[in-house]
């Protein structure tokens, strides 16, 4: 069963009616309902259990030294394997084959330019310089996720979603350090559904890869859309910081240039580059981090994202390509 589910290509319109806005938000209400209580991610314990499961049929097969045991172990790691990649599948994996979200929303082709590129990183590296000091000003205060939610639910509805997400704060997991070491910002756990940002993640970049890792459970599964998602709640939101979060992590992704001169950013936007090196350099091991966005883009290129981790990158021209309205939502086609 567990092949079958990986290896079926189910049709986008039955993914879009009958199951991303059909079987998988009711699934969504009770994985909610069920791991939210938690102080910490049910979706470790979740993947825990299989990896306990697998380890012990190996001790097993160890103590007994039998060719015969070693056929049983083979038939249980792929029994156990089959059960996650079918659970996988159908709790969250299918939203890979929704549609892309220009499918639903105004999109058009023509306003992706290098120059509507260049415009916007000037506005973002404007809007940066006036949002620093009031969001500065804020940085020592918790994540106002009611504010975050409320600019996000109608982004999400915006583009596609007919249901009402139910999301809370992220939880802390046991794979942090991993997460540090590589490089990792956040996931979501497709067991579970519940959502992890790593220690490290700076103030101002948590509302962003919050907001990301959101629309991912909102099954949104591809990288760019939940960038996109991100992007315009956080420059939707009346909160500064939310909105340097957005801004700044907008800029990112857009074409850089070679070299800025050190007038062109505030002292508080240089302090927050900065505060990203300094974190990347103390925590970040380049191997490991090579390692895992090299099996990361793999993954994706199996999950029919055909440009892999470089997908991330594609949020510029949904950003680029979508008209706003008044409200800083999308506009429906």
Known sequence: ???????????AAWIERAYANGIYPQWERVAFAVTNPFPWSLGDVAFGVGVIAIVWRIAAYVRSRRMASFGMLLVDVVAIAALYALWFETSWGWNYARAPIEMRVAFDATRVTPAAASALSARAVAEMNRLAAPAHARATAALDLDALRAAWWPAVQRSGDTWLPQVGPAKPTIVNPFMEASGTSGFVNPLALTTQLAGDVLWFERPFDQAHEWSHVAAFAREDEANYLAVVTCLRSPDP???????LELFLYLPQKRHYAHREFSPLVWQDFAAMQRRNAHHVNVLLARWTWRTYNAYLKSNRVSSGVANYNEVTRLILGVPLDADGLPLGK
């Open 1 to 11: 069963m567990g092949a079958l589910a990986l290896a079926w290509q189910p049709n």
């Open 241 to 247: 910081v939310l909105q340097y979060s957005g801004w």
